[in-house]
């Protein structure tokens, strides 16, 4: 709705329902309306592939590198935290 309340340009032709067409077309996809169909609908969610990548690098993490973190944690800070909080402070 906002591409097409920002488009100042006239976008019915009553006229010419295939110049309609365009126009729509360039207001609703604007730099991808002469790309193909996987183009159109990726220019109306860009940032999906951002949403994307990050929501699999926190399952990476969550189920493959969190015991990883977690054991290195340990092995290098785990007597200093022991000492400083105590031996059940901040475990689950």
């Known amino acids: 709705a906002k591409r097409l309340m920002a488009t100042e340009a006239q976008l019915i032709t009553i ?6 067409f365009v126009n729509l077309n360039g207001a609703i996809f604007r730099s991808a309306a ?3 169909p996987l183009s159109k609908v990726t220019s109306l969610f860009p940032g999906v ?11 990476i993490y969550k189920f493959g590198g969190q015991p ?4 290195r944690m340990t092995r290098l800070y ?3 935290f022991d000492e400083r909080f105590g031996h059940k402070t ?3």
């Open 78 to 80: 785990g007597a200093e």
């Open 68 to 71: 990883v973190v977690l054991d």
């Open 34 to 36: 002469l790309e193909g």
């Open 49 to 59: 592939g951002f949403g994307a990548a990050y929501k699999i690098l926190q399952r």
């Open 90 to 92: 901040g475990r689950t």
């Open 15 to 20: 006229s010419s329902p295939s110049q309609t």
